[in-house]
């Protein structure tokens, strides 16, 4: 397999953040970890064929259904982790629902493997590890793997949140200044007093900072609210980290 041609990811480029510049190779022998997300072995299903109904009129896929239905193909996870052994890397976790395979290794390996130079960049919020050009795969790789995640550390998301300017502005008046807690918003729009949201799991993407167990216990002591319980998952290496800041992400 190392033999042969190598094809570009589709949606792979990748230039250098602006102002940034290499200042020297990653380091080889660094060891990261690396997602591979496969093509789903089914078209995945329009949105409009949920949204068409009311909420309570939809039928919702089980995990298993899910899994079976839009997940990858066991033969296409397969082909990612020969590919894998092929060039040193360990596969650390196949997720078949997700269409993923996490692989571990050293820059060097990964490098050959996915056809890239990695290197060490200088930008105004720091380093990264980045590359330029394409992330590439073997022949018999080509249209299975749709995208190949971690090699560039680079940060991309952000977190996107708004604040009132310290001066006021004109557009700020006492009126606009003023805040409502959830509880006060939901009898405002006479939501029924009698919900407890009991059964249900809702998930929230926090793109920067995090939250304390202390500060959660404080702020729902204060609506009144028996707190829910809280789980932080991690993804791709991601964590809840508080940073304290009051003008942050937390």
Known sequence: MSNQKLIPVPGSLRAPLPGARA????????????TVLVRPSQALAAPDALSASLPNQRRYMSRKEFEQTHGAAPEDLAKV????????????????????????GTIADFSAAFGVELQQYLYEGGTYRGRTGHVNVPADLDGIVVGVFGLDDRPV???????????????FTANVTSSFKPTQIARLYDFPSTATGAGQCIAIIELGGGYRASDLRAYFAGLGIHKPRITAVSVAGGHNRPTGDPNGAD
């Open 157 to 171: 998301a952000r977190p996107h949140f708004r604040r009132l300017p310290t001066d006021g502005g004109p557009i």
């Open 81 to 104: 982790e020969a590919f894998a052994h092929d060039h040193h890397l360990d596969v650390v976790e196949v997720n078949l629902a997700g269409r993923t395979i996490r692989l571990s």
């Open 23 to 34: 200042i020297g190779p990653a380091d080889p022998q660094a060891r990261i970890e690396v």
